[in-house]
Each structure stands twice: as C-alpha cells, then as structure tokens.
C-alpha cells in the first residue's frame, strides 16, 4: 500500500515532463520555429491542424457502442486498450453492399424482435445520423434514402446475406442486402475473453431506446495531460486572416473579444477557456438532415484543434445544431464551459455559431483511482423518481464522464464515470440531482 501511494504521483510527474520535453523540442526545431514566426498561432497549432487533416467523415461518424446478442442474453462489449468498434466499423466497411429497402413504423414487438434478435452484432449511435452517412462511413449507398435517420445497424452473424438498419423514433427497418463480406472477425469479437462482456436490457424511453445495465457496470476512471489552445489559433481558423491589422480585440474583465470588420466575432472566457464564435453573414440555402451533418463536420475539422476520440454525438432538428464529443471507451465526456464539446448550430440564413473550448485532452496518465461500479440503470431512475422527479421529463439516461480538476497538477483532468440524465432538455449528474436539496 505505501509503495502505490508514492509510484502514483512519481508516474504523473514522470508524464508531464515528458510532455514538456516534447514541447521543448518542438518548440526548438528550426521549422517550426519559422512557422510561428509568420503566423499568430505556435507549434500546438501547426499539430493541431495536421491532426485535423487527417481526420475523416467516417473517423467522427463511427458507432459508439457494440452489443452481441447471444442466444438467451444480451452484452455490452468493451476493452480498456481497444475500441471495439473501430474495429467493427473496419470490418463493415470492406463488405460489399446492394440494394436497401425499407419497412415502415413496425410495431414495438416486431421492431424490438429484429433490435435483439439471437446471434446479432449491434452497433449503435449515440443519436440518429443519416443514410447518407452511413454511405461514406460503411459504403452503403441509397439514395432515396439519404435523409433517412439511423440508430443502429443490426449485423446477424448466423447470415451472410443482409443487415438491419434501424431507426428507433420512427420505428423503421431498413434492410440491405450484403453482395461480399466476412465474418470471421466479428465472431472472433464475440469469443474473445479479453473483452468486457455487461448484460445489458433495452428499454423504451421516449423515442429511443436505452441500454439498462440490469446488474451495474464498472467503468475505469482515467486522467489525461490537457493541451490548452492560443488564441492565434482561433483568429487565424476562424476569423479567416493572418494578420491582426483586420482584427478588434476587446479586453474585459471575464473575456476577450475579437471581431472583423464584417459579420464575424469570437469570445473566449479567460476563467473558463470557453470559446463562443458565431458568423452573422447572409447567404440563404436550404438544409437537409444529411448536409446539416456534412457541414457539422467541415466547420469542426476547421476549429483546427486535435479531434482523436472526438465523435458525432447528437443532432437536435429543431435547433439545427450538430454536436459532437469526446468519448473515452465509448463514454462522452459531458461537462460544463463546453469541456469536451464542440457544438455546430447552423441556419438556412448562412449564419453559424460555434461552441468549444481552448482545452482539449491530450494523452492518458496514470489515474487518479481504481474503476468505478455504478449501479442498475432502473434502480437510478426508481431513486429519481422517489426524490419527486416527474418520469415525463426523463427522456434518456446514459453513462459519461464527468470534467474534474485533478488536486495535484493544474495541467491534468480527472474523468470519471458516472450516469447523466436528460431532464427537461439538460444532461445532468444523476448525484448533482439526488443532492439537489442537500
């Protein structure tokens, strides 16, 4: 025990000086040093944007969870060192896709009997994307179908011939025909001993169903180094000039404004590090579902910050708004001042606005503590409603990852697990709501 206490800090002291090696060395190199000196951002910029170029539609619009349905129960799958649905996703990816077809408004029986079908790999979105996502994710084209929202994709390891799309608001199916595929691989994933297997439950909620983890679930806490952003790197993305003789910079006592001499302003809260920029400029188009997402993810590759473990989280229809998170192990990390956020809203005007911080995770440390085990979904939801919550306000529940100051190092953020409720359109702290009156 006195061993751990001390190998603990040594490792965390340990991880920041190599990051501040590496920072040193970039910061010295020749080339990037004459980078810097023509721009108003540095050398975390420069790495930002290659980071960013790098990245793809189909590396940000990738499920968030992977259930195998076996023949009397259900399982979550996961891995501490893994992504297991990348690996899935890669898998999809090079099959060999034909026609779609499409069954309307099944009912509650007949739509749950396909969703927990025996045999079957499910992997599911956080939020509904398009079918037109879905073809340059996985290569299945329909056009017909382009707007079509999908929850989840059903893959029946028992039949090489088709897969299931689904859409849980509406209740649709839609199935594809698969010309090519393999699934070795995705057989393999479910033997695997390595990987976690939670008996899970889907429950209707709303419009959508919820993973209910009939017996808890323990979740590993994790710490990363945090890379805070320059503000050139901000002016330069988004304001859209190298040069400051354009720009008014506006000094307050919580924030820092800078506007061009257009439409264009962008805040950042110096407290916070949180950064609000939004575009007023006029140039009327009309929007589908599908280039709401294609044009979510342009305006989050040009933030220009790194996007690993950044994935599509939610797109709310009414306020046109696309938004997207980290995800560690397939959690989102929910937190407030836009901590592991980064929230697209965009109109049919031209107008934009843009929600993210200046802090973005880094690389992983030594956490500052063992896994956490949560409790059964319905016992959370049961102690709600006892502390007087109204069920109609409920409308999902899901497991994430708190933003939390780690006490020894300014430059470390503690996540941890914990159930998030939606209640009256937030996502709260399931503890923060039972402690409420406390």
């Not at 930002?48 to 979550?76: G, L, M, R």
């Not at 017909?144 to 929850?151: L, M, Q, T």
């Not at 993210?356 to 319905?378: D, H, K, R």
């Not at 709600?384 to 919550?389: D, E, K, P």
Request: net charge positive; proline share 2%.
């Amino acid at each position: 025990m006195k061993l751990s206490r001390y190998l603990l800090p040594f490792g965390l002291i340990i991880a920041l000086a190599i990051s501040l090696m590496f920072s040193y060395l970039i910061w010295i190199n020749p080339a990037t040093t004459q980078s810097v000196a023509t721009s108003t951002s540095n050398s975390n910029e420069a790495n930002s944007i290659v980071n960013t170029t790098q990245k793809k539609f189909s590396d940000i619009y990738i499920p968030t969870s992977i259930v195998f349905n076996a023949e009397k129960k259900i399982y979550q799958l996961s891995n501490d060192n893994v992504d297991l649905t990348i690996l899935a996703k890669n898998q999809l990816a090079n099959w060999k896709y034909g026609s779609v077809t499409r069954k309307k408004e099944l009912s509650q029986e007949k739509y749950q009997a396909i969703l927990e079908q025996s045999d079957a790999i499910v992997l599911s979105y956080s939020s509904s994307v398009t079918l037109g996502a879905l073809n340059k994710v996985f290569g299945i084209t329909a056009t017909k179908y382009n707007n079509a929202g999908v929850s989840r994709i059903v893959v029946p390891l028992t039949s090489k011939n088709k897969i299931y799309l689904l859409n849980d608001a509406k209740q649709y199916v839609y199935t594809v025909k698969v010309k090519k595929s393999t699934q070795k691989k995705l057989l393999a994933m479910t033997l695997n001993k390595k990987y976690t297997r939670t008996e899970i439950t889907y429950q209707k909620m709303g419009d959508k169903y919820i993973r209910n983890y009939t017996n808890g679930i323990r979740i590993s806490q994790y710490s990363y180094l945090l890379n805070k952003e320059t503000a050139g790197l901000f002016v330069t993305r988004l304001l859209g000039t190298n040069s400051s003789g354009s720009i008014t910079t506006k000094e307050q006592t919580n924030e820092t404004t800078y506007t061009d001499s257009a439409t264009q302003r962008l805040t950042i809260k110096k407290k916070t590090g949180a950064v609000t920029y939004a575009n007023y400029s006029s140039n009327s188009q009309t929007l589908s579902f599908n280039d709401y997402l294609n044009q979510g993810f342009y305006e989050l590759k040009n933030i220009g910050v790194s996007l690993d473990d950044v994935r599509f989280a939610n797109y709310d229809s009414i306020k046109h708004t696309v938004t997207f998170r980290n995800y560690i192990s397939g959690y989102p990390v929910i937190a407030d001042n836009n901590d592991g956020l980064y929230s697209v809203q965009l109109s049919n005007s031209g107008a934009e606005r843009l929600e993210f911080s200046v802090y973005t995770l880094q690389i992983p440390v030594p956490a500052a503590g063992s896994a956490i085990e949560l409790p059964a979904t319905n016992y959370v939801i049961k102690r709600l409603l006892n502390y007087g919550y109204d069920s109609s306000k409920i409308k999902d529940i899901e497991i994430g990852y708190t933003w939390n100051d780690n006490v020894s190092s300014s430059q470390v953020i503690d996540l941890k697990p914990t159930y998030f409720v939606k209640y009256n359109g937030e996502w709260i702290d399931y503890e923060d709501m039972l402690n409420a009156d406390d």
